[in-house]
């Protein structure tokens, strides 16, 4: 197969938000798209992630960018016209609290939330057992629920987006790797891949934990870098648990899928890299977490564990922007664990934003440029 | 966790040969099985081998098991021998995750010899998994480690060794062997072993495989159909057989999954039979300190496991510092007589193999 010489835009992974961004744009109207992925699709974190969709965060942007993706993957079947199943389960985050200073942010949490609409409640011990009886009522001291957040299969997900976007004429290459970026007087010119040159005047960056590199190709600095996080998965059993449990003094999140196989990581501080390693700590701890939290759990065997690319971004919320010293090149990026949930509107936002379209939501708080000679006071806290 | 010298995983005859170099030039030594009986495929083996004189051939497999076994007996001292141990995680630092008997521990390890072996393939075909399906491995160690007839009429699967090896024990163990299936238009075994099981009287059908499994709780017939050049089946030739036993024999793919868990690098070599560790002629992978040899290498002969075995052994006790005597001339000898193994025509793919991962042996 040859490769076309020529594209209207050039999009960099084929992870979730590629894939994203490529069916907006030609759901839009524009012709020649090509996304080029240097592996298989979902090879990065897509294909690695928790695929957990939550709306409960500390920040307004992360909130408002959740709750409008939960109204998208609500209706994503149809509007794909998937074939296949999504696995699209809305059983609710529980996500408790176990300490004094935990219990006191949630209130501030549940307050914005629902002042955005995201139906939260606080809840007390024993409304908490009641949706996860077997949760460790010794450690817990409250939780918060929202009935409405839930998880997804990430690879039937990126399939369904993949799909619709072939249907409407985009063209994909896997196995290609971009190894440059031509820039000329300041324009993105052409991408330079190891299977031949494809001229286009827009670029767009959604390479994941390599993110970085591709803006350097671009000659544009993104303050991000990447991170491991490990994570496993247990042999399956029958269905127990219906929401995703999470606690960030513990350290963990967990949840079963629908094939009874239950799915948990923990988010220990590794050095900035790009190693995907699974270690016997992460395997150490996640058991004695995951033990001490949900006692019965501790029992199931261990099937599988691997590690994965977190793109941290300095205020730990997306970049979704253009960039000033290069014109053409967009980018989604710095999702900083949270980027399969918020692919909907990462796709909408960027096609509105390369087609020159009034935004659907104000993007001051997701450009490049708010971090420039800005100390960060909107840091978004609720990350495992 | 516990700090061990040499850890080998696996005791088949690869894994007791590297054994023993070790031991003999004085190091510590762990062995882990998954099993109870130390031997991997050897146990099973109550055949008589074939192969080279200096590996034992014309010796039963449960004979040389014995004779490697005893070899390591004046060394008791330096040996650990955790059997009943699986392997289930390794990891970069050579730490090493076992589970015994329910129990989970982890050894970290200063050099790690993997000697893992091979699992075998499965055919991907309607009700291939109704209870009477076995693959030919499995079979033999029902008959011939437990002494369990594995049913009355059996269709075997493939005609490589295996499957014309238990094909005879089958007969021998009064089983009716009702007929044998390839999907290659030669036999891929040995001539000799096919020649004698068509002499008793089995069916073998070439250009034929199994098309389904027919039975409600377990296999009652089998349905088989002949193959065109490019192994589609080609409808019309259908044929039904009274079986309650299907045994499938269709190769064997190595044990890689640990090796690519740690980080070495691995590459699929259909020849060798599928991922194998990229390997340099010491028998080292790509991470240092982590040996490969046997099957999990390539699939071969338990000859030429024991000749790998050997090797990886020596050079693991010379990297931990250990002299060994007269390390030069006896892995020159080793060498030859790996050379000597491969020669052969049945050989061919085996070398084309190694041709292609660029072992320089
Ligand atoms: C363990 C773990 C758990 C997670 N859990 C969740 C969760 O529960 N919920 C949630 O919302 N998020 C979760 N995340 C985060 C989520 O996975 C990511 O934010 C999201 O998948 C990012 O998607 P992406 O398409 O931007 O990047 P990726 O999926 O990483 O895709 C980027 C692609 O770009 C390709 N690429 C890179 N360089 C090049 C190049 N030079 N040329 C061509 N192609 C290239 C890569 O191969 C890759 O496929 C988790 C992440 C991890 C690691
Ligand atoms: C029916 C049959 C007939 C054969 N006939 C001959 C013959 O006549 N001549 C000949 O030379 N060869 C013959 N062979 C081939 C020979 O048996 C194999 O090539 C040889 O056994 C390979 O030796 P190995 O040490 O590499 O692996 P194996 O003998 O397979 O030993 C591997 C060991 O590792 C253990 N193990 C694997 N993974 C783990 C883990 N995660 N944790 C703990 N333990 C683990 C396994 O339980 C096993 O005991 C025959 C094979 C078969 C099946």
Redesign the interface.
């Given at each position: 197969m040859t490769m076309r010489n020529k594209a209207n835009v050039v999009i960099i992974g084929g992870g979730i938000s590629g894939m994203a961004i490529a069916y907006n744009l030609a759901k839009k109207g524009m012709k020649d798209i090509v996304v080029v992925e240097k592996e298989y699709y979902t090879a990065g974190a897509t294909g690695r992630c928790g695929a957990g969709i939550r709306q409960q965060w500390a920040t307004k942007m992360n909130c408002l960018l959740a709750k409008k993706s939960v109204a998208f993957f609500e209706k994503a079947q149809e509007e794909l016209a998937y074939d296949g199943d999504i696995e699209f389960k809305q059983e609710g985050y529980l996500i408790v609290a176990t300490t004094k200073e935990e219990d006191e942010q949630f209130d501030k949490n549940v307050k914005l939330q629902n002042e955005l609409g995201i139906p939260t409640q606080k809840l007390d011990k024993e409304a908490a057992r009641k949706i996860v009886p077997y949760l460790n009522m010794d450690i817990v001291t409250s939780a918060t629920f929202c009935p409405t957040d839930g998880h997804l299969n990430p690879f039937t997900t990126t399939d369904a987006f993949y799909k619709a976007a072939e249907k409407l004429g985009v063209t994909f290459y896997k196995f290609t790797t971009v190894t440059d970026i031509v820039v000329e007087h300041d324009e993105v010119k052409a991408v330079v891949t190891d299977k031949g040159t494809i001229e286009t005047p827009v670029v767009v960056n959604a390479a994941g934990g390599y993110a970085k590199d591709i803006g350097k190709m671009a000659g544009v600095d993104i303050p991000v870098y990447s991170q491991n996080r490990e994570i496993l998965v247990t042999e399956p059993i029958e269905r127990m648990q219906g929401p995703m449990v999470i606690s960030f003094s513990k350290n963990i999140y967990c949840q079963q899928t629908p094939h009874g196989a239950f799915i948990m990581g923990r988010g220990d501080n590794r050095p900035p890299g790009y190693a995907m390693?699974?270690?016997?700590e992460f395997?150490d701890e996640m058991a004695k977490t995951v033990t001490e939290l949900l006692p019965p759990i501790g029992e199931l065997r261990v099937i599988r564990?691997w590690g994965g690319l977190y793109n941290m971004s300095p205020d730990h919320q997306p970049i979704i922007s253009d960039a000033k010293e290069t014109k053409g090149f967009y980018m989604a990026c710095g999702f900083s664990g949270h980027g399969f949930m918020l692919a909907p509107m990462t796709g909408l936002l960027l096609s509105e934003m390369i087609l020159g379209e009034e935004p659907s939501m104000p993007l001051e708080d997701l450009k490049l440029d708010r971090f420039e000679g800005k100390d960060i006071t909107n840091m978004e806290k609720s990350v495992v | 966790m516990k700090n061990k010298e040499a850890v080998i995983i696996g005791a088949g005859p690869a894994g007791l040969k590297a054994a023993k170099q070790l031991l003999e030039a004085g190091a510590h030594v762990t062995i882990i099985d998954r099993n109870k009986k130390l031997g991997g495929q050897l146990v099973k083996q109550t055949h008589k081998f074939f192969g080279s004189e200096k590996q034992y051939a014309s010796f039963r497999g449960i004979d040389i098991l014995e004779i490697l076994v005893q070899g390591l007996k004046p060394f008791e001292d330096r040996l650990e021998i955790l059997n009943e141990t699986s392997v289930v995680?390794l990891?970069?630092d050579k730490?090493v995750?076992c589970v015994k008997h329910d129990n989970f521990f982890?050894i970290k390890a200063k050099s790690i010899i993997m000697a893992t072996g091979a699992s075998e393939k499965h055919l991907p075909f309607e009700n291939n998994d109704l209870p009477g399906i076995y693959a030919a491995g499995a079979v033999q160690t029902l008959m011939n480690e437990y002494g369990v007839k594995p049913g009355d009429k059996v269709l075997m699967v493939g005609s490589g060794n295996i499957g014309l090896i238990v094909s005879y024990q089958l007969l021998q163990a009064g089983v009716d062997v009702v007929a044998l299936v390839e999907a290659a238009p030669q036999i891929s075994g040995y001539l000799v072993h096919a020649s004698k099981i068509k002499r008793l009287g089995v069916d073998i059908l070439m250009q034929t495989s199994i098309k389904r499994a027919i039975g409600k709780d377990q296999v009652e017939q089998v349905e088989i159909w002949e193959l065109d050049e490019v192994w589609q089946g080609i409808p019309g030739t259908e044929r039904v057989l009274g079986v309650d036993t299907v045994c499938i024999s269709v190769g064997l793919a190595p044990l890689t999954e640990l090796l690519m868990?740690i980080?070495a690098d691995v590459e699929y070599i259909r020849e060798l039979g599928g991922n194998v560790p990229r390997i340099d002629f010491r028998y080292e992978t790509s991470i240092k300190g982590v040996y490969a040899c046997g099957d999990v290498v390539g699939i071969e002969e338990a000859s030429s496991a024991m000749v790998e075995g050997a090797m990886a052994g020596i050079h693991a006790a010379h990297d931990l510092g250990y002299t060994v005597e007269d390390e030069s001339r006896k892995l020159k000898v080793l060498q030859e007589e790996l050379k000597f193994l491969r020669s052969g025509p049945h050989a061919a793919k085996v070398r084309a193999g190694y041709t292609k991962l660029e072992v320089k042996t």
């Open positions: 390693d699974s270690t016997w395997l564990q | 995680g990891y970069k730490v995750a982890k868990q980080g």
